[in-house]
């Protein structure tokens, strides 16, 4: 009886590994392994909470929005976890960002390498006189791919015609949105709770370029000194479909005035942009140049 027992506990220990303590995963499968994704869900409170958290699990890179507001904050969230393998959990309280009515939650979600869990997310909201409301992501998410991958090597590409400016609160559209895939039968990985004091990553200094060379085909910007981060670059007159190339950022145009090349889950180092783009593309159609320094620093709070 006792070996009985023992047996049992040793597989019900088993089973709950195996669903990484009780987290349930879903997946944007029509992304595919280096492709970005879009995940939301639309869910109805009865009244505005006093209080909720939201505790996001991923093997990538996410911004996590309540109702159209980033409340990851930081970017490149959360760094990578340690050891190499295991799963990030950062928990974040989005009280002030809910409403009583409709609510949307969303999450624009990056592989740091193929992965098949790729988002586990639960909230939890307390209201004013007692109760409260749950809910975990599973099958009844919609999903699409973002129009960008990342690869392993670093380099990013975007699409700028795949995004849509209201993918992230109420009002966007279901065409061209599909259930997201769930399976709680993924083999175990090590969760490393991001606790209130961690690790993280913010934009520290945004510098202009010192100085221009171009040679007809390229136009080179150099900085006062390198930088780990981003390029943005301001655009004007570029046409839909026209494709820019900077320093490992290759960005598919939308021919709007003024739209901005930059990348959002990838870094690079160096003390010069290089960029290049098609025919009859030249520094005329660049309005601004800006590096974007990222640096790490120690998070004290989650709150916001």
């Known amino acids: 009886m006792r070996h009985a027992l023992l047996v049992m506990a040793l597989a019900a220990a088993i089973a709950a590994a195996a669903r990484d303590w009780g987290l349930s995963w879903i997946a944007c499968t029509a992304a595919g392994g280096q492709g970005q994704a879009l995940f ?3 869910f109805a409170l009865a009244e505005r909470p006093v209080s909720a958290r939201i505790t996001v699990a ?13 409340v990851t904050t930081d970017v ?8 190499c393998g295991a799963v990030a959990v950062t928990d ?18 990056s592989p740091l390498a193929p992965c098949r869990k790729q988002l586990a997310l639960s909230l939890c909201a307390r209201y004013p006189g007692g109760g409260g409301f749950a809910m975990n992501a599973d099958s009844t998410w919609m999903c699409r791919p973002a129009g960008a991958e990342s690869t392993p090597g670093g380099a990013e590409t975007i699409d700028g015609n795949a995004f849509s400016p209201c993918w992230n609160r109420a009002g966007e559209p279901v065409m061209g949105w599909d259930f997201a895939s769930q399976t709680d039968t993924l083999q175990p990985s090590r969760l490393v709770h991001k606790g209130h004091l961690r690790r ?3 934009i520290g200094r945004i510098s202009r370029h010192t100085f221009l060379d171009d040679d007809g085909r390229n136009v080179a910007y150099r900085f006062a000194s390198p930088f780990c981060g981003w390029v ?5 007159g570029m046409h839909r479909g026209d494709t820019l190339c900077v320093n490992g950022l290759t960005y598919i145009c939308t021919g709007e005035a003024d739209e901005q090349a930059c990348r959002r889950f990838t870094t690079s180092l160096s003390d010069i ?17 800006e590096a974007i320094d990222i640096w790490e620093y120690l998070r ?5």
């Open 76 to 83: 490149l969230e959360p760094l990578p976890a340690s050891p």
């Open 200 to 202: 993280a990553m913010r």
């Open 58 to 70: 991923s093997g990538g890179l996410y911004e996590l929005y309540v109702n159209g507001y980033n």
């Open 40 to 42: 939301r869900r639309t």
């Open 232 to 236: 943005r670059v301001t655009l004007r």
């Open 92 to 109: 974040y309280e989005v009280g002030r960002f809910l409403r009583a009515g409709d609510n949307v939650v969303a999450v624009w979600y």
């Open 273 to 289: 942009a290089v960029i290049s783009g098609p025919d009859g593309f030249s520094r005329e159609n660049i309005m601004s140049v």
């Open 300 to 304: 004290t709070s989650y709150m916001y």
